[in-house]
């Protein structure tokens, strides 16, 4: 079982930056591939990135590339989401989650375990 916590969601002007944080409980986190993923008022939860459980391989989706960056640390059993030159559309509700050794992937049923969100709104 593995409980996802994320933070670090706020108001933010249009350009600015954010860095989410998604602490984990369990003892395996490192088997396990996270994903970040949002969800707007009226749209569906959409992918925005995944860094694999054992190669930190890493995917991005394509509106967020350049201006985003996702890390682990085992560790500290957390991933984070940097976000720079943030726009307007990036508003919405962004989730941790978690998939047991598996490839990184953008397929929101694929994971296994899910945060309760961290709501990012940015100001134009």
């Known amino acids: 079982q593995v409980q996802l916590v994320e933070s670090g969601g706020g108001l933010v002007q249009a350009g600015g930056s954010l860095r989410l944080s998604c602490a984990a409980s369990?003892?395996?986190?490192?088997?396990?591939?996270m994903g970040w993923f949002r969800q707007a008022p009226g749209k569906e939860r959409e992918f925005v990135a995944v860094i694999n459980w054992f190669d930190a391989n890493i995917k991005y989706a394509d509106s967020v590339k350049g201006r985003f960056t996702i890390s682990r640390d085992n560790a500290k059993k957390t991933v984070y989401l940097q976000m720079i030159s943030l726009k307007p559309e990036d508003t919405a509700v962004y989730y941790c989650?978690?998939?047991?050794?598996?490839?990184?992937?953008?397929?929101?049923?694929?994971?296994?375990?899910w945060g309760q969100g961290t709501q990012v709104t940015v100001s134009s």
């Open positions: 369990g003892r395996t986190f490192s088997s396990y591939t």
């Open positions: 989650a978690a998939a047991y050794r598996t490839w990184p992937s953008p397929d929101v049923d694929l994971y296994d375990y």
